[in-house]
T-cell receptor, first 117, second 109 residues
Framework: DAMVIQNPRYQVTQFGKPVTLSCSQT?????MYWYQQKSSQAPKLLFH???????NEADTPDNFQSRRPNTSFCFLDIRSPGLGDAAMYLC????????????????FGPGTRLTVL | AQRVTQPEKLLSVFKGAPVELKCNYS??????LFWYVQYSRQRLQLLLR??SRESIKGFTADLNKGETSFHLKKPFAQEEDSAMYYC???????????FGTGTRLTVIP
């Protein structure tokens, strides 16, 4: 089945120790997103890739970076995790969307729960 | 700025009872509104979107621009409807979704 895969499902890291979360998709979608969801809060978009074009949200901390080496894979790098970065990180994909067309459904991965010790 | 509000964090109803999950939004333009659902141990998935005007799993939602609301309704709740429901907003020119904080629906047998 075509899907969005996130690894690992649970990640524990130490305060200040860099960590990378990965996402892959078999849907061949152009757009990939990373959301952060803290406990009892709404998922919040960190950034997204439209093909290779990186789009950062204005309030995403510099501590968060992303890489998309090819269509299928996208990585979230947290350079120096703080206790406040503990959250569920959701990856999502969608077909090509544009300002001239109706919004395209986003398909979500199962998420990676990050714990910072 | 765009904002989505779901006033109820938790909602419990008995099986067979009507259910309404509230969603209000603020956005100055013409948004697209969605309901996403997350069942236990499953991923977040689209339930319905206002543009399609369809009923999914017995749920409907009407966009009321005057009240800036997009409430989700079902006349007879089923146990399998128990899940986390998120209202979300998108607008032309942006690929991203703006989510509400979600409502956890529990249907009591």
């Amino acid at each position: 089945d075509a899907m969005v895969i996130q690894n690992p499902r649970y990640q524990v890291t130490q305060f200040g120790k860099p960590v990378t979360l990965s996402c892959s998709q078999t849907l061949n979608h152009n757009v990939m997103y990373w959301y952060q969801q803290k406990s009892s809060q709404a998922p919040k978009l960190l950034f997204h890739y439209y093909d290779k074009d990186f789009n950062n949200e204005a309030d995403t901390p510099d501590n968060f970076q992303s890489r998309r080496p090819n269509t299928s894979f996208c990585f979230l790098d947290i350079r120096s995790p703080g206790l406040g970065d503990a959250a569920m990180y959701l990856c999502a994909t969608s077909r090509e969307g544009s300002s001239w067309s109706s919004y395209n459904e986003q398909f979500f991965g199962p998420g990676t729960r990050l714990t910072v010790l | 700025a765009q904002r989505v509000t779901q006033p109820e964090k938790l909602l419990s109803v008995f099986k067979g009872a009507p259910v309404e999950l509230k969603c209000n939004y603020s956005y100055s333009g013409s948004p697209e509104l969605f309901w996403y659902v997350q069942y236990s141990r499953q991923r977040l998935q689209l339930l319905l979107r206002h543009i399609s005007r369809e009923s999914i799993k017995g749920f409907t939602a009407d966009l009321n621009k005057g009240e800036t609301s997009f409430h989700l309704k079902k006349p007879f709740a089923q146990e399998e409807d128990s899940a986390m429901y998120y209202c979300a907003l998108a607008f032309t020119g942006a690929n991203n979704l703006f989510f509400g904080t979600g409502t956890r629906l529990t249907v009591i047998p």
